[in-house]
Nanobody, 120 residues
Framework: QVHLVESGGGLVQPGGSLRLSCAAS????????MGWYRQAPGKVRELVARIRRGDTTDYADFVKGRFTISRDNGKNTVYLQMNSLKPEDAAVYYC??????????????WGQGTQVTVSS
């Protein structure tokens, strides 16, 4: 079993910052890409940012210059530093990881989600 546990969501005023964390645990041999997606009410889940094992990154246009994704391979953890938050950034943020398990299976896993609210 592989589990992803997110933390760091909450309420922040427009212009503020939050840092999300996602720790993967379980029968992990290696993790390729890790990423963050978000889903606002009535909208589809969308990619926010992704980081591959070699630290190459992809960002959605709507977060470029404001959000930074990073990872600690030793801790199987991915982070999302979110600055200059806007009300439209409010959503449930989900962690995602492409994992190779110790028995050789490759699967994609999701965290349970963490709520980010941006409001004055």
């Amino acid at each position: 079993q592989v589990h992803l546990v997110e933390s760091g969501g909450g309420l922040v005023q427009p212009g503020g910052s939050l840092r999300l964390s996602c720790a993967a645990s379980g029968t992990i041999f290696s993790i390729d890409a890790m990423g963050w997606y978000r889903q606002a009410p009535g909208k589809v889940r969308e990619l926010v940012a992704r980081i591959r094992r070699g630290d190459t990154t992809d960002y959605a246009d709507f977060v470029k210059g404001r959000f930074t994704i990073s990872r600690d391979n030793g801790k199987n953890t991915v982070y999302l530093q979110m600055n200059s938050l806007k009300p439209e950034d409010a959503a449930v943020y989900y962690c995602h990881a492409n994992v190779e398990t110790t028995w050789g299976m490759r699967n994609a896993y999701w965290g349970q989600g963490t709520q980010v609210t941006v409001s004055s």
